[in-house]
């Protein structure tokens, strides 16, 4: 999927809408990471997933949809996202079913 090859990598969530950087980066340094068939994982503050993802032309660049289940804290939950490439950084937002929901921005871990 050539759409993809854009997203794929491991981004550093570097900034986030509802939460701060420290919390952010409570755990581990928040990251997203996009693998080439859609899945992938996410992790900021006490909140993780795995992604199940595709994208899609929107104008001229991907635009990668998906949904996650995972866990906060210890409490399972489930949400969906979008991203998108703007300027070489992964910009998009998060959902938490039937909670809170950030935008976020990230760029490429080296």
């Not at 986030?16 to 755990?27: K, L, P, S």
């Not at 949809?65 to 992964?90: M, P, T, Y």
């Not at 998009?92 to 490429?108: E, N, Q, T």
Request: hydrophobic share 35%; glycine share 12%; charged share 30%.
């Amino acid at each position: 999927m050539k759409q993809m090859k854009q997203l794929v990598g491991k981004w550093r969530i570097v900034e986030m809408e509802v939460w701060d950087q420290e919390y952010v980066d409570m755990e581990v340094p928040g990251y997203i990471r996009i693998d080439s068939d859609g899945t992938g994982r996410f992790q900021f503050g006490l909140v993780s997933g795995d992604i199940d993802g595709r994208a899609e032309q929107c104008g001229n660049a991907p635009r990668f949809e998906f949904s996650w289940s995972g866990q906060e804290e210890n409490d399972s939950v489930c949400g969906r996202g979008w991203a998108v490439i703007e300027n070489g950084e992964l910009k998009g937002r998060i959902y938490l079913h039937l909670a809170d929901d950030s935008a976020f921005r990230a760029i490429k871990s080296k």
